[in-house]
């Protein structure tokens, strides 16, 4: 019996030695028979959708550590050496999964709308919901290549369905930025302004012209990015959009997709959400964010009851930035509390200051312990766990006010733009004085990092300010005055990640970011 075993072994092993591993698998469908009904077109654009919590890679992590701790307003605070080094400025290997598997992922991304965009125009199906579906493609090509061009600088630009011999040469930034603006430029034109309740959280008009904005000011092409905001800001989109009163409102998941939202990655619970199953993309995928577990405190030295990992706390010199201006009423900025987890975030201190349900106190948190509260969930639960349903706000409307009078001030229309930054300080909860009656008069200069400080008070936490400094040209070892991981900047290098070395083993044409080769 084993000798006949021995022989059936040698012939499968002989025949197995002539198999072409090129040929399609049987098991799974082919694009030739996959695209032919419009259910499989919405299937195809859910599946793009889907990429944003495909692993930690994405939205469902590792993009808060590149906008927020990379930043001077986060740091690496715990045991995750590979974080620690990298939001330090400390990166020998360009293999390194924080960094080339976001960008593995984003063109997984990149891939699913190419499918879509090549695939879908060819499907017999009703012609308006053809053509949102493309366009919502566009849009998700749109902001998979905005972080790839953010983040890596030069990435390749695949236009069409992939196939294992391509090997597409590496773009210039202006060249990436530009198949960025096409791709939000035509989603703009096609995407509906609202949808009804059962597909919110898809791709709207005002979602494209704010990304676009977004592309425009990163390159500081400020008559553009006006152009393109002045839709939400002045134009129909005013019918869609506005501030809400209660700043924290933009942070709960009982108000989710409200009026200031303009766009939001959608997340759901996890019944199991005490496993760490981000990397689990096909059998049991993950519909939450992981990304609270990670950045909820956890206590001193002395134990306690922990809540999250801790692995990315906040910079303290942020609670001295929310503290230098009173409110209208002469109060604390109160979204100071909304943002940072810290001892006195009640102003009578750590014994009143409310955590996950009990006192700062009592869980033994460290003294100068400083925590991002955004992205948490201790409005309505007393720990974390690796599926948080809290949406993500991509992009609020605030965020867009600002930006538009950032393009104001950039285009020398400074006196015009004191009205937008106004609307965002006097929401109801805020109260902020009038800057128009605070800071009167502002030159282009003045009024710029007088925006600097706004965006801070405004937006701390939620993943912007890594693409705000580069676009500022902020950027420099000085940084480290209030950043100390900022000693380890080089100029010229750490503005962007390095390509990752696999795709450039595997692909000639592909070029190294300047200061990695």
Known sequence: MKQHIFVIAAIL??????RDFDQPNPNAPATSVYWRTESEAISGVNAIYSTFHRSAALYSRWLFYHGILKSDEGYGSGGDIGLNNLVSFVQTDYNQNLTADTWNNLYVGVFRANQVLARVPAIPMDAALKTRLIAEA???????????????????????????TDAPPSSTNEQAWAQVVKDLSEAADSLPAA????????????????LLGKAYLQQRKYQQALDALNWLVEGAGTANYDLVSNYADNFRINTENNRESVFE????????ENTDDDLDETRNPNPGTSIAQFLAPSPGPGGGNGIGFSDGGARRWLIDTFSAESNAVGERDTRLPVSLIFDFADERGPDFTQVYGQSYASRNLPPQGVWFRKLLNDHWKNFEGFSSPNNYRLIRYADVLLMYAECLNGLGRTAEAYQYVDRVRQRTSVNMRPLSIARPGMGQAEFLNQLKHERVL???????RWADLLRWGDLSPALSARDPEFSNFIMGRHEYYPIPQRDIDLNPNLDQNAGYR
């Open 138 to 164: 566009k849009f998700l090509r749109g902001l998979f290549y905005f972080n790839l061009t953010l983040y890596y600088a030069t990435p390749p630009l695949v236009l069409n369905p992939s196939i294992t």
């Open 195 to 210: 949808y009804t309740v059962d597909d919110i959280g898809r791709a709207t008009k005002g979602a494209a012209y704010a």
């Open 13 to 18: 092993t002989l025949y197995s030695c002539k």
């Open 265 to 272: 990655i959608q997340f759901a619970f996890k019944s199991n």
């Open 458 to 464: 405004e937006l701390t936490g939620e993943g912007w």
